[in-house]
C-alpha cells in the first residue's frame, strides 16, 4: 500500500483531474434544465434555502439537496452554474480513483490510465451533464474516500488506525446520504482487503463471525426499511415502464436482469447509442439467449474474483468492485429502471482497477497506446452525448432515434415536439407511445392536445376522455383541467354539426 506522499505532487495531479474534466465537461455549461431537474432542483423547496431543508417537504436524498442550496443562492435559477459543481465532483472522483489505485500498490502511469478510463467514459455523462443526477457523484466522492481512509487505516496502527476507520465510517454514512446505492461498499472494502492487503493488516475480516453478523443484520435491517421493493406493486412499476403486462410473475424480472448485465458490459466496451432511459422486450420464457448469455458473464465474473486472487488480485478485485456496486442496481429486487447509464457510475471504478491490472501485467507500449487511443475515442464520445443532453428537445428526439421501443421517450419525444409546433411529428410520437403501452396516460393527453390544434376536434375529445379516466389517479389537477376543457369542445363539435 503506497501514496504519492508530496503534498504538491498531489495537488498537480488534482489539478490534471479537474482540468480534464472541464475539457471533455465542458459543453455541459450549455445545457438547460432537462430530465428530473425541474422537480428535483428547481420546484424543489428543500433545495433553495438551509431553512426550508430542514422542513423536509420532499423527502429525498439529503446531501444531494444540501448542495443545491449553495448553487441556488449564487445562480438562482440558471442551470450554468450548478454544472460548475458537477464537473468539480467528477474531476475530484477521478482524482481520488487514482489515488486509490496507486495507494493499492499501482504505478503511477498505469493509476493514471485506468482513473482516466473511468473520467471520460461516455456513461458518465447522464451523471454529469444532468444536475439531478448529481446524487452519483456525491456517492461515489463519499465512496472512494471511505475507501481511501480505510485503505489508510489498514497500513497505520494504534489511535490513528481507529481514527481513520472511523473516517471511514462517517465517509460511508455521507455516500448513503448521497444515494442508497452505496451500501454495497462494506462489502467492496472486505474484496479489498481480501485480495489486495496482506493477512496481518486486516481490519474487518480479523473477525470474520462477527463480520457476517453484522452483515446479517445489516440485511434484515435492510429488508424491513425497503420492504415494500418486494411489493407486487413495486414488480408491477417496473414492468408497466417496460410495457410488460403479461405475468406478475418474478421470472420475466430475474431474466432481464441477467440480460442487464450483459448489456451494460457490450455499452461499456462499445458506448454508442446511449439514451436516458431503455426498454427491454420482456418475457415470461425460459428461453432467452441473450439473458443466459448475460448469466454465463456473470458468473464469469463472480469466479474471476477467486479464481484471480494470487496471479492478479487486482483484476479480481475489479470483478468484486463490479459486481458489489452492480447489485444494488441489478433489479435482482425490483427497484426502478432495468438500466440506466447513471447506474454504472459507481461500478465503473471496477473497470479502471481492471484497466490498470491489465497494464500493469502487459506493460508494453503497444497497449499503453491503445489504452491512450480508447480513451480519446471514449472522450470524443463523451462529448457528443453530453450535446444530447444540452435541452429537453435534443434529449427526447436523440432518445427516441436510438431507443423508439420505449413508450416513455416516445412519450416524451411526442411532448417536445408538440412544443414547437411540429405537430406530425408530436401524433406520430405519441401514437406509438400508445401502440407501445396503453397505460402510457400522458401520451393520451399529448395526442388529444394535438388534435386539437390540427382542427380534429373528435379525435382530440376521444383522447381527452381516455386521460380523464385513466388519470385521475396519477394526475388529478391536469384532470380536473381537461374535465373542465371537455364541455367546450362538445360544445365547439356541436356547432360543427358533429356528433
Known amino acids: 500500500m503506497t501514496f504519492p506522499a508530496p503534498l504538491a505532487t498531489k495537488r498537480l495531479f488534482l489539478l490534471f483531474f479537474l482540468l480534464m474534466t472541464l475539457t471533455i465537461y465542458g ?70 480513483l487514482f489515488l486509490l489505485l496507486h495507494g493499492l500498490g499501482v504505478e503511477i502511469p498505469a493509476a493514471l490510465v485506468g482513473a482516466l478510463l473511468f473520467l471520460v467514459h461516455p456513461f458518465q455523462a447522464e451523471s454529469v451533464a444532468n444536475i439531478s443526477h448529481r446524487k452519483e457523484l456525491l456517492a461515489l466522492f463519499f465512496v472512494l474516500s471511505s475507501a481511501l481512509l480505510h485503505l489508510k487505516a489498514l497500513a497505520a496502527s494504534g489511535g490513528r488506525r481507529w481514527l481513520c476507520a472511523a473516517g471511514a465510517v462517517g465517509a460511508y454514512a455521507a455516500a448513503l446520504g448521497a444515494n442508497e446505492t452505496a451500501v454495497a461498499l462494506p462489502l467492496a472494502l472486505v474484496l479489498m482487503e481480501w485480495l489486495a492487503v496482506p493477512r496481518e493488516r486486516w481490519l474487518l475480516l480479523r473477525r470474520p463471525l462477527l463480520l457476517a453478523l453484522v452483515f446479517g443484520a445489516a440485511g434484515v435491517l435492510a429488508a424491513w426499511r425497503y420492504q415494500w421493493l418486494f411489493s407486487a406493486r413495486q414488480l408491477y412499476t417496473v414492468y408497466s415502464k417496460n410495457n410488460f403486462t403479461a405475468t406478475a410473475d418474478y421470472l420475466p424480472l430475474f431474466m432481464a436482469s441477467l440480460r442487464s448485465f450483459g448489456f451494460y458490459l457490450g455499452k461499456i466496451i462499445l458506448p454508442v447509442g446511449l439514451a436516458p432511459e431503455y426498454v427491454f422486450r420482456l418475457s415470461a420464457s425460459i428461453l432467452q439467449p441473450w439473458a443466459w448469455v448475460g448469466a454465463v458473464l456473470l458468473a464469469g465474473g463472480a469466479a474471476l474474483v477467486p479464481l484471480a486472487r494470487r496471479a492478479m488480485p487486482l483484476l479480481a478485485l475489479g470483478a468484486g468492485w463490479f459486481l458489489a456496486f452492480w447489485l444494488p442496481v441489478s433489479n435482482l429486487v425490483p427497484a426502478g429502471y432495468l438500466v440506466a447509464d447513471r447506474y454504472m457510475y459507481l461500478c465503473l471504478p471496477g473497470g479502471a482497477f481492471a484497466a490498470a491490472a491489465l497494464i500493469t501485467r502487459f506493460p508494453k507500449r503497444g497497449v499503453f497506446g491503445a489504452a491512450l487511443a480508447v480513451i480519446l475515442a471514449w472522450a470524443l464520445l463523451t462529448v457528443v452525448q453530453n450535446g444530447h443532453w444540452r435541452t429537453e428537445h435534443t434529449l427526447w428526439r436523440h432518445a427516441a432515434r436510438v431507443n423508439a421501443d420505449s413508450t416513455w421517450v416516445r412519450g ?88
Open 27 to 96: 459543453n455541459t455549461f450549455f445545457n438547460q434544465w432537462t430530465y428530473d431537474d425541474l422537480p428535483v432542483v428547481v420546484q424543489n423547496p428543500d433545495a433553495r434555502t438551509l431553512d426550508s431543508f430542514l422542513k423536509n417537504t420532499v423527502p429525498g436524498r439529503p446531501l444531494r439537496e444540501l448542495s443545491y442550496i449553495p448553487d441556488h443562492l449564487l445562480f438562482g435559477d440558471r442551470p450554468a452554474g450548478y454544472h460548475i459543481q458537477q464537473l468539480g465532483w467528477h474531476g475530484m472522483n477521478g482524482f481520488l
Open 412 to 499: 416524451a419525444a411526442s411532448k417536445s415536439y408538440l412544443s414547437t409546433g411540429e405537430l406530425d411529428q408530436a401524433r406520430e410520437h405519441a401514437r406509438a407511445a400508445i401502440a407501445l403501452s396503453s397505460y402510457n396516460v400522458e401520451a393520451y393527453l399529448t395526442l388529444a392536445r394535438v388534435e386539437e390544434r390540427r382542427g380534429d376536434l373528435a379525435e382530440a375529445l376521444r383522447n381527452y376522455q381516455l386521460f380523464v379516466a385513466l388519470g385521475q389517479v396519477d394526475f388529478p389537477q391536469e384532470t380536473a383541467r381537461i374535465r373542465a376543457h371537455i364541455p367546450f369542445l362538445k360544445g365547439q363539435l356541436n356547432l360543427q354539426g358533429k356528433p
